[in-house]
């Protein structure tokens, strides 16, 4: 090639790269300067800093900045309790001819007497109905389908939701539609929408409750319990701001990564770190458990103890 061809290429790709680093979206912090941030940009041999929440932060300190504001935020949010079913699960069975009002009174006594399980645990315990039949009755008092069956070699991405959250709420990512970008999700106790909402703002996908056997589900929970689970690392029980906002500054700095997202999902904050790189993408799953029973730590405030969504409720 001539020299002039060189050189005329060469000043086409400085142009190109000039045009892409001054495009670069400016800081999302209010503090950090315009001259600060364009002089850092210049001085870096790539493109760097970090999306926060769709939010671009151009260096680590401005990420760190914006995560302890919005760890904060999150660990003073006071959750928000469980609604009542509309029609309870004794009723409903009854009004579609699965049970008599005796047998609901025997299993309500059951219970009461027992002072633990679920309405339906007792149900299938004193031979009144099918654990299908249970199944059925609670995916129309939820207003969900059933999920015949769990198949997990089909679920696919962005299902990797971390381990302690699928067992709290007793879920399991069940298949990914890439075409409509949606998870499909097995509860097997109750479908708690305000969690599902957390779950679409960290995968950013849609997701789509179903209701399966919670019995399967809990064998499939204790199988996954039994793999190693490199991306997920759990912290807690804590309520320690300042500790919880160290750890997390800590791996965005070893990680750098392109994305991070976070949520509140019941008793836990969840921060997935998104790492982009030429030869494959990963990410890692930061799990703060919540002690909610301990004092709130600085800038927060007090929030209800989630064991209330967990108690017996016919």
């Not at 001259?35 to 790539?46: G, N």
């Not at 129309?140 to 991405?157: E, Y």
């Not at 179903?210 to 039994?226: E, F, P």
Request: include cysteine.
């Amino acid at each position: 090639m001539p020299d002039f061809l060189k050189s005329l290429t060469w000043s086409v790709n400085w142009i190109k790269r000039r045009s892409l680093e001054t495009s670069q979206a400016p800081c999302a912090l209010g503090s950090c300067t315009g001259s600060q941030s364009r002089r850092w940009q210049r001085l870096a041999p790539r493109a760097t800093g970090t999306f926060l929440q769709d939010a671009f932060y151009c260096r680590p300190q401005c990420l760190e900045t914006a995560l302890i504001g919005q760890l904060a935020r999150l660990h003073g949010v006071v959750p928000s309790p469980l609604p009542p079913n509309r029609i309870p699960l004794g009723l409903l069975m009854v009004a579609r001819g699965k049970l008599t009002h005796l047998e609901v009174r025997a299993a309500l006594e059951a219970q009461r007497r027992a002072r633990y399980g679920k309405i339906g645990d007792w149900i299938e315990k004193l031979g009144f109905a099918t654990e299908h039949e249970v199944t059925t009755a609670l995916a129309l008092q939820w207003g969900c389908p059933v999920a015949s069956s769990i198949n997990l070699t089909t679920t696919g991405s962005p299902g990797n939701i971390p381990l302690p959250i699928l067992e709290a709420f007793q879920m399991l990512p069940l298949n990914y539609v890439t075409s409509s970008n949606t998870l499909y999700v097995a509860c097997g106790e109750r479908v708690d929408h305000a969690a599902f909402y957390a779950i679409e703002r960290i995968l950013d996908c849609r997701t789509q409750p179903c209701v399966s056997s919670r019995k399967d589900i809990a064998r499939q929970l204790d199988s996954m319990r039994q793999l190693p689970r490199p991306s997920d690392v759990e912290f807690g029980p804590m309520n320690d701001l300042a500790e919880m906002a160290s750890i997390a500054a800590s791996y965005t700095a070893r990680l750098t990564p392109d994305q991070v997202r976070l949520s509140r999902v019941g008793r836990f904050i969840w921060l997935r770190l998104d790492v982009r790189s030429k030869t494959r993408a990963h990410f890692t799953n930061l799990v703060f458990r919540l002690a909610t029973d301990a004092r709130p730590g600085p800038f927060t405030r007090p929030f209800r103890d989630l064991r209330a969504a967990t108690t017996t409720q016919p």
